[in-house]
């Protein structure tokens, strides 16, 4: 999973719309495009050498029970998945 975020988090356009144009606000706490937008922010924020994506994948496997366990997930799955 690590490798499909880091691919995605090395995208500056998809980066710099969730980090800088979305509107958070409007998003519930626990919704997956908050939580990835978070992890985007902590990523990029330069506070941080290492990122735990915790609550990112606990909000990916509550609306995907693909994704619930912690079994090996495929960076391609997470990829076409969130793309």
């Avoid at 998809?14 to 902590?42: H, Y």
């Avoid at 995907?64 to 076409?80: E, N, T, Y």
Wanted: aromatic share 10%.
């Amino acid at each position: 999973m690590s490798t499909g975020i880091q691919c995605l988090a090395a995208t500056e356009s998809l980066v710099q719309f969730f980090v800088n144009k979305l509107n958070v606000q409007k998003l519930d706490e626990d919704s997956l495009t908050m939580q990835f937008t978070e992890l985007l922010q902590r990523m990029w924020n330069g506070q941080y050498s290492i990122v735990n994506p915790v609550k990112f994948k606990q909000a990916l496997g509550a609306y995907h029970l693909q994704f619930k366990d912690c079994s090996q997930v495929r960076r391609h799955h997470i990829l076409m998945f969130l793309l």
